[in-house]
């Protein structure tokens, strides 16, 4: 093996480690009733992108698109 491919496998698993902790941080997507009467729709729901969990959601999205990628990489055998 060569040093960049073990390079690449280790990012791979941290990045791993770090996809599936950001998932697990993340609140669930349900809103029970209160979505059927309109009642999800709060300040903290318009401005989802600038907390905590918009971020989450953001890294999620991050860290899935290297996941992907390192995946493809570590699977052409060029090395």
Same mark, same amino acid.
């Given at each position: 093996?060569? *040093?960049l491919r073990i390079?690449?496998?280790v990012v791979f698993l941290v990045d791993c480690v770090i996809l599936t902790a950001l998932v697990l941080l993340q609140e669930g997507k349900s809103s029970g009733?209160?979505?059927v009467? *309109?009642?999800a729709e709060t300040?903290?729901?318009k401005n989802k992108g600038r907390s905590m969990e918009g971020m989450l959601v953001k890294l999620t999205r991050v860290a899935s698109v290297l996941f992907l990628v390192l995946a493809i990489v570590l699977n052409l055998n060029i090395y």
């Open positions: 093996m060569s *040093g390079f690449i496998t009733l209160g979505a009467a *309109g009642a300040y903290w729901g």
